[in-house]
């Protein structure tokens, strides 16, 4: 089976995200790949997910069928002409050059070590699975349903990469244990950044992840420094998960550390202008950027500079509201087969190694 190059997977992940392009060089070379090509799978589902003229039934019969693929990747050319077509029209120039490219994205995940391939399939299974509950997330309206659609899309993002660091390093999988709550905090924390800062693009297009009040500016800034702070509790959570991190993985913790560092300063910045109504408005500055690469070099392998560094970054104003990573966890989370949390199943014929995997 054909694959990509490292060269050209690194091309797709500059193409449809700037901010993993900046922060998976970090990484040490064989998780720099596993990574890339993660993120590569979920924004294949993401981008069918997204589709505005797709209609939900496609939307859960490619979903659908996408995780079946990763356990059994059989007539995978046919199958990517297909929601080739469907997509086409609506997504971006970088996203339709990955969609063409989806048999050599799985080809380069079929080339990793069997367990390697399985963290990556059991997290994009458990992500369409979530992404097909669309009738449930055209509907959010409370902090649950946002916890819910945020673990979907992203906490489970924070599971993969927790069990990649652990094929990684035999010191990590000794703390997953410890790390695994806080993983599920740290991507919903990312995820809820960028939906507060994507709401009125969102909007524009007929999507509504929170429970914002459109009209009033009053209940407005109010519900969106509400979830302010809940994403700030989140971040502060992701700091604990890179605490916990081995100090002599400093390429790993970088990689967290931008991310996480990131997301602190575009919530300071929505908590200062909660009412901006264009994503510009609240976009972090390239001299903010340079100086949140700096900072993490510099900061990177001592936990006290990281506690000053993050009391920093969210000031004063902002204060966290801190929740429970184990309850959290334990409620939205599908990656351990004893988790009580459900998801509605997706009607389509899967491998039997597929559908062992949730």
């Known amino acids: 089976m054909k694959s990509l ?27 720099r790949d596993w990574v890339g090509n993660a993120y590569l799978l979920c924004r294949i589902a993401d981008t069918i997910e997204d589709d505005p003229r797709m209609d939900i039934a496609a939307k859960k019969k490619y979903l659908s069928e996408f995780a079946g693929i990763l356990s059994a990747p059989l007539h995978v050319d046919e199958w990517t002409r ?19 490219d989806i048999p050599l994205v799985i080809g380069r995940y079929c080339l990793y070590p069997a367990e390697v391939q399985k963290v990556i399939r059991r997290g994009v299974v458990i992500m369409c699975k979530g992404m097909a509950q669309i009738e449930r997330w055209n509907n959010i309206d409370s902090l649950d349903e946002v916890d819910h659609y945020c673990y979907s899309v992203a906490g489970v993002v924070g599971e993969i990469l ?36 994507d709401v009125w693009d969102d909007a524009r297009r007929g999507a509504r992840w929170l429970p914002i009040a459109n009209s009033d500016p009053e209940q407005r800034q109010e519900a969106t420094r509400k979830y302010v702070a809940v994403a700030l509790g989140h971040a502060m959570q992701a700091l604990q ?6 100090r002599t993985e400093r390429g790993i913790r970088k990689f967290c550390l931008l991310a996480a560092e990131m997301s602190v300063m575009t919530l300071r910045n929505i908590h200062e202008n909660p009412l901006f109504r264009e994503p510009k408005e609240i976009k972090i500055s390239h001299s903010d950027v ?16 990281l506690d000053l560094l993050f009391g920093h970054l969210s000031g004063k104003e902002m204060k966290p509201e801190f929740r429970d990573p184990a309850e959290l966890m334990n409620k ?27």
């Not at 297909?82 to 063409?100: F, G, P, Q, Y």
């Not at 652990?166 to 950044?193: D, R």
């Open 82 to 100: 297909d929601v080739c077509a469907r997509v086409a029209d609506s997504a971006t120039a970088a996203e339709n050059l990955l969609m063409k």
């Open 241 to 246: 998960f890179i605490k916990l991190l081995p």
């Open 162 to 197: 927790a069990n990649l660091f652990a094929e990684h390093s035999p010191a990590i999988k000794k703390k997953l244990p410890e790390l695994s709550p806080l993983a599920v905090s740290f991507g919903e924390a990312l995820q809820l950044t960028n939906i507060l800062k």
């Open 332 to 358: 939205v989370s599908f990656w351990n087969s004893n988790n009580a949390y459900e998801y509605k199943p997706v009607q389509n014929e899967l491998s039997e190694e597929c559908k062992n995997d949730y």
């Open 290 to 305: 340079r100086n949140c690469v700096l900072m993490t070099f510099f900061c990177a392998s001592s936990n006290l500079l």
């Open 5 to 31: 190059s490292i060269a050209e997977q690194n091309k797709h992940l500059e193409g449809v995200s700037r901010t993993f392009a900046l922060t998976i060089p970090c990484l040490p070379e064989d998780l």
